[in-house]
Structure formats: structure tokens, C-alpha cells
């Protein structure tokens, strides 16, 4: 099976701009949790969707955003981007409690 | 949010000894997990834990699940260069309605092997 897939793996953007982050998940698998990486505050949960509902959050603001399709793909959008979210967005997708991390995508906010 | 306290932060250790690290939560939780992340890499399930007491092996990898569930660890016997990484614990709730919380992880233990 095909792990976790995430795009773009690498983005540069600039302070107030937005971003779309993509997640495919493993297949079969129908939850999908998106977390932020920085050196500073460590891997943070940002939320969780499951067929197509948010069914948790954490502690972000609401320019955090995210989506999920009818086949399980993922979307996650941060808009007017701050210096601060620069760091490495991983997405999760799990079956059951394991969860199965994608490779990440690397946000640099100029 | 909240953070579980992992330590030690840092390991420089010979290749062939054992390495223990642990975590600690003011929190319950009722699944402890371990990952290894590796640069440029997300993080890998090492190994799962679901009920306090539980010891369970993986290899080299042993891990507890602490019998007040507030608390981990993990043992790594006879360190080989490829153990080299950053491991995380994470805790997580799991709820009989088939919900879960989001996991909470602690900052991560470098391990470093000199040769």
C-alpha cells in the first residue's frame, strides 16, 4: 500500500499571503489529522476530519482551516500568513487509533 | 497546547549500549505511542501501547505503559547507527464512542551514536 502523501513538499510564501496544503491518505483510511512542527513549540494537533466532518480541534486560530473530500483526501489552508507559521505541516491518516504520518510540507513564510 | 515532558532532551551515547528515555503527562491518557522521525521524514510508529502496565517489544525497542497512565518509557538495548533520530512519545485519549483526541507528543530525545 502507498503511504501518506503530501504536496507540495517544499512552498515559499510571503507574509499575508495564503496556502493550500494537499494530504492523500493511506487508502482504506477515512481520518485524517494535520499537526504543525516547529523547533520552538514541537508537533501540535491541529485538527482531525473524519468522512468529510471536523471531528476535533486543537488550540489555532481560525486562520487555520481545513477540509476533507468524499475520498478521504485532505486539504489544509492557513491564510494571511504570519512569520510564525513558518514550519513543517504533517498530516496523518489512520484506520483505527495508529496513525500514519505523511512525509510533511515545509512552509517558509517570508 | 499541551505538551508532555520528555527527557532527556539530548543522548550522546557509544554504539552497543542501551538508551532509555521517558515521558510524563499531568494528564491521563489511555494510549501511549513512540515515533522515531528521521530528517526530512514524518514520524514512524515505533511502538503502541493501550492499557497501564502493558510492556510490549519491538525488536531492540521495549516501551511501558506507566501504571498510573500519566507516564512512559522506552528502552532501546545494544544501540546501532541506524537508531540514530529523534523519538517522540505521544499521549492520546481514545473514547468508547469511537472518538479520539488529537495526539499529544512530547518535544522529541535526540540520539546521537558515536561509533
Known amino acids: 500500500k502507498a503511504g501518506v502523501t503530501q504536496t507540495p513538499r517544499y512552498l515559499i510564501k510571503t507574509r499575508g499571503q495564503q496556502v493550500t496544503l494537499s494530504c492523500s491518505p493511506i487508502?482504506?483510511?477515512?481520518?485524517v489529522s494535520w499537526y504543525q512542527q516547529t523547533p520552538g513549540q514541537g508537533l501540535q494537533f491541529l485538527f482531525e476530519?473524519?468522512?468529510?466532518?471536523?471531528?476535533n480541534k486543537g488550540n489555532f486560530p481560525g486562520r487555520f482551516s481545513g477540509r476533507q473530500f468524499s475520498n478521504s483526501r485532505s486539504e489544509m489552508n492557513v491564510s494571511t500568513l504570519e512569520l510564525g507559521d513558518s514550519a513543517l505541516y504533517l498530516c496523518?491518516?489512520?484506520?483505527?487509533?495508529?496513525?500514519?504520518f505523511g512525509p510533511g510540507t515545509r512552509l517558509t513564510v517570508l | 497546547g499541551q505538551q508532555l515532558n520528555q527527557s532527556p532532551q539530548s543522548m550522546f551515547i557509544q554504539e552497543g549500549e542501551d538508551v532509555s528515555m521517558n515521558c510524563t503527562s499531568s494528564s491521563i491518557f489511555n494510549t501511549w505511542l513512540w515515533y522515531k522521525q528521521d530528517p526530512g521524514e514524518g514520524p514512524v510508529l515505533l511502538i503502541a501501547l493501550y492499557k497501564a502496565g502493558e510492556l510490549t517489544s519491538n525488536g531492540r525497542l521495549t516501551a511501558q505503559f506507566g501504571i498510573t497512565r500519566k507516564d512512559s518509557f522506552l528502552n532501546i538495548s545494544a544501540s546501532i547507527p541506524s537508531d540514530v533520530g529523534i523519538y517522540f512519545c505521544?499521549?492520546?485519549?481514545?473514547?468508547?464512542?469511537?472518538?479520539?483526541?488529537?495526539?499529544?507528543f512530547g518535544k522529541g530525545t535526540h540520539l546521537i551514536i558515536q561509533p
Open positions: 487508502s482504506g483510511h477515512r481520518s
Open positions: 496523518a491518516s489512520s484506520l483505527g487509533e495508529i496513525q500514519f
Open positions: 476530519y473524519f468522512s468529510e466532518t471536523q471531528r
Open positions: 505521544a499521549g492520546r485519549m481514545l473514547y468508547s464512542g469511537g472518538g479520539a483526541d488529537g495526539l499529544t
